[in-house]
């Protein structure tokens, strides 16, 4: 039997290892909100009614997938990050709270649990009192999002550097914790997955400036987006400061974890909607693939590591131009979206392309489902996908909220029915037809 | 290239400052306000919308039209009033409540008023009560968005409320957002679902007759 690591890198070699690897938790786009993290446990038997799980992942409030459950459904990967979180705080001092739908959970000491009037919850950079806040969550809701906090733009004094407060050295201390983690989960043998941010190109996660106390520069999403066709200057000089720093911390932390990382998570800009790209092949071309191919080239000349990108949405007319730019893993595969049907893209990338993500429908079937329509796409997407390796099963994007707990187990049941390799039907095949 | 032409192509263009100049002077050498909102305006939009569909532009470039073209209707607007010429009707549109998602919906927002309808935007995580009140207002259709698996369900909410307060028959519902689709739509009673800016404008101008 491989080890986790071993099979990870199978995949993101295109080779088939023992088994189809799993992911759930080793980024920040691969993971499960804590709602339903909770109703996993539960359903599982992992822990006793009303036990608490953490929140990672305070943005999209992911919860924490623990050593326990990583053994109990066979996950290959998990993360190695650095010691903040997006809002520029630790996941420490944890303290109890209760989500909207009334999951006990731990949520960090500088999490706000404290609501406004209104009922919702004001999130705040670096968890500063003393700043506007940054997002907010809507007493109804299970997320968070960004607060617009836009300065006036005067277009005769844009100045690049505003745009780049927030990407700055990593500092030894930070190093230092990404060097335990490495050798701490390392020695687990499960395969390890760096996310460590300041490459993500104009991502609008950061872009409103979540961990700034009062960001400068173009914050505000919808010109942020406008920027990109009517201030292209700005955005390429941004961009390739933001590239030069980014390439130095990835340098530094290279000097400490070295090889021990299978993969690198670079980017998690979104370039795509439901039914098309967000942006065209030119403008891909002009601004983003340029920094993208530089950090690829670095990595792939120093390290060993494979590069990731995550971006939601239909980007088929995008991904000629996305694999040039020398990525080596795509996720989320949303083949909800526009064009983006498995075989097509097993069959046009498969070879240069490793899919992370695509297992299941997470906008209709997961959450909208019966417990066998899961069953039959986990099925269905292992074959597609897993055939020849390059494939990490993973949900397309997060596990939401609000998703039935019988789909949940339903999803993780099938994934171990069917993820071992070689697949009986690919086995049939090669019988039939007299190759191996 | 006419005056008209040259408003058109800058709103297509993402031109705001020549825009807006193009409606001062077309104003100036005394065309009719509802002449320039038809053949400038509803036409750069229309354009810019078939341009879209037609994947030759994206996200960005719809995003400076559609800013380009409300500074030119900011100008047009007191004319268009002066001279009486009536709206296409009155729409309310809103992200549903536990959503704060909201550039698509004012990118459809802006193409509605581009396009004469009366905008009536109350922004995001908007209960359903306060568009029901718009209804009572006068609201002919009502536009609901929704970005999230976990608050599309909340767009049923809405429908409740104008069936409970006897709203339903005379107004139209019309839903969009990313995991949104026409069976949904179907599924919740909706009268249609529109999958980006222009075909709101389509459904719209199908769903009121005008």
């Known amino acids: 039997m491989m080890s986790s690591r071993e099979r990870v890198e199978a995949a993101l070699s295109h080779r088939e290892g023992d088994r189809v690897p799993l992911d759930l938790g080793a980024t920040s786009c691969s993971g499960i909100h804590v709602s339903s993290l909770y109703a996993l446990r539960q359903a599982l038997g992992l822990d006793e009614p009303g036990t608490p799980v953490r929140v990672c992942e305070p943005f999209q409030m992911l919860g924490e997938v623990t050593p326990d459950l990583l053994d109990r459904l066979g996950i290959d990967a998990v993360r190695v990050g650095l010691p903040n979180n997006i809002y520029g705080f630790a996941n420490d001092d944890w303290k109890p709270w209760t989500t909207s739908d009334g999951t006990p959970v731990l949520v960090p000491g500088q999490f706000p649990t404290e609501p406004e009037l209104n009922g919702d919850l004001y999130m705040y950079p670096k968890g500063d009192r003393s700043a506007p806040p940054c997002a907010r969550m809507p007493a109804s809701g299970f997320y968070f999002d960004s607060i617009t906090r836009q300065e ?26 990404v060097r335990r983690e490495a050798t701490r989960l390392g020695a687990t043998g499960r395969a390890l997955i760096g996310e460590f941010g300041g490459t993500s190109f104009g991502d609008a996660a950061f872009v409103p ?83 993208h191919a530089r950090i690829n080239d670095w990595i792939h000349a120093h390290t060993s590591w494979k590069t990731f990108i995550h971006s939601c949405g239909s980007i088929w007319r995008l991904l000629d131009d996305i694999a040039d730019a020398g990525f080596d893993v795509l996720n989320p595969v949303q083949t ?64 939401q909220a609000r998703v039935p707990v019988a789909n949940v187990v339903a999803l993780y049941e099938a994934v171990d029915e069917f993820r071992a390799y070689p697949f009986a039907d690919t086995a049939a095949r090669s019988l039939a037809t007299g190759r191996s | 290239m006419g005056q008209l032409e040259e408003l058109r192509a800058a709103v297509v263009d993402g031109q705001k400052t020549t825009a807006v100049a193009k409606v001062t002077e077309a104003l100036a050498a005394g065309l009719a306000p509802e002449k320039i909102l038809q053949e ?63 550039i ?73 957002g990313a995991p949104i689709t026409t069976e949904y739509a179907n599924e919740i009673g909706a009268d249609g679902y529109a999958r980006d800016a222009s075909s709101a404008v389509e459904l719209l101008c199908q769903l009121l007759e005008v």
């Open chain 2, 104 to 176: 698509g919906k004012n990118l459809v927002a802006m193409f509605l008023e581009g396009n004469g309808f009366e905008v009536v935007d109350l922004g995001v995580d908007v209960p359903p009560e306060r568009f029901v009140a718009e209804v009572v207002n006068g609201a002919k259709a009502v536009a609901l968005s929704a970005l999230l698996t976990t608050t599309m369900v909340n767009m049923c909410d809405v429908i409740s409320a104008l069936v409970d307060a006897n709203l339903r028959e005379q107004v139209r519902v019309l839903v969009g």
């Open chain 1, 336 to 399: 909800s979206a526009a064009d983006m049907t498995p075989q097509g893209l097993k069959d046009r990338y498969g070879d240069r392309i490793t899919f992370w993500g695509g297992g299941i429908d997470t906008q209709r079937v997961l959450p909208f489902g019966t417990p066998e329509d899961v069953r039959a796409m986990v099925k269905e997407r292992l074959q597609i996908f897993g055939a020849g390796g390059g494939f990490v099963f993973n949900t397309i994007h997060n596990v």
């Open chain 1, 152 to 177: 006036p733009i005067d277009e005769d004094h844009l100045d690049p550097a505003d745009n780049l407060e927030e990407f700055a050295p990593v500092d030894d201390e930070a190093l230092e914790h």
């Open chain 1, 209 to 291: 400036g979540p961990t700034l106390a009062h960001p400068r520069g173009i914050r505000d999403l919808e010109q942020w987006y406008m920027s990109l066709a009517n201030r292209p200057e700005y955005v390429k000089e941004v961009f390739e400061r933001q590239c030069e720093i980014g390439l130095s911390n990835l340098q530094r932390i290279h000097a400490v974890v070295g090889d021990s990382l299978s993969a690198v998570f670079i980017t998690g800009t979104d370039f795509g909607t439901q039914g098309g790209p967000m942006i065209g092949p030119k403008t891909y071309r002009a601004l983003f693939q340029p920094v």
């Open chain 2, 40 to 102: 400038g305006l509803i036409a750069a939009m229309g354009e810019t919308g078939a341009l879209y569909q037609a994947g030759e532009i994206f996200v960005p470039e719809m995003l400076v039209a559609a800013r380009a073209m409300s500074a030119a209707l900011a100008v047009l607007k007191p004319h268009l009033v002066a001279e009486g010429v009536p709206s296409r009707g009155k729409v309310v549109i809103g992200t549903v409540q536990g959503d704060l998602h909201d």
